[in-house]
């Protein structure tokens, strides 16, 4: 499998960006993938996750702010981030397993380079 997630940038308080994730080696359309995200000193967690049939999940502090959604003709999930914050401020990954139950864990054995999110205050 392989996984490139792009679109991070600098934005402030409040602004908006939209992060993308391509996959290959698998048949996309019958696997989970997840956004997951690491702050400096902090243990990498997931932020949202996607089943194969379209079910989301996000952590806490993104509902409502952020949608996951996915593009299975472009073997592609995205991240719609909206009314960012400062504590939104990390590098974001995306990754990806047959079972949803093992993106909501986020325990993998690899991870692809991460796509960095800073947002000013």
């Known amino acids: 499998v392989q996984l490139q997630a792009f679109g991070g940038g600098l934005v402030q308080d409040g602004g908006s960006l939209t992060l993308s994730c391509v996959v290959s080696?698998?048949?996309?359309?019958?696997?989970?993938v997840g956004w997951y995200r690491q702050a400096p000193g902090k243990q990498r967690e997931l932020v949202a996750a996607i089943s194969s049939g379209g079910s989301t999940n996000y952590v806490d502090s993104v509902t409502g702010r952020f949608t996951i959604s996915r593009d299975n003709a472009k073997n592609m999930v995205y991240l719609q981030m909206n009314n960012l914050k400062p504590e939104d401020t990390a590098a974001y990954y995306c990754n990806t397993d047959f079972l949803y139950r093992r993106v909501l864990i986020g325990v993998f054995d690899s991870w692809g380079q991460g796509t960095l999110v800073t947002v000013s205050s």
């Open positions: 080696g698998i048949t996309f359309s019958r696997y989970a």
